[in-house]
């Protein structure tokens, strides 16, 4: 959890929610215009490929990030 900007407790695992850490960091950074999706791949894996629902052996993996002009 080193550099993440979270203080792990216990003996984990730990989950993060990474949806709420980017969008806390992009508007510490001074971003206003912040959106994200509720869509899960893992928990939807009907309707998208998951590499964390399959165990790694989708073995593919992709984040967006963008910003408009």
Do not use: K, N, Y
């Given at each position: 959890?080193d550099g ?66």
């Amino acid at each position: 959890m080193d550099g993440c900007g979270l203080t792990p407790a216990g003996d984990g695992p730990w989950h993060v929610d990474i949806r709420a850490l980017l969008a806390d960091q992009a508007d510490g950074l001074g971003l206003r215009e912040i959106s994200t999706s509720a869509w899960c791949t893992r928990c939807q894996h009907d309707r998208f490929f998951s590499h964390r629902a399959s165990g790694g052996t989708d073995g593919r993996q992709v984040a967006f990030l963008g910003m408009s002009a």
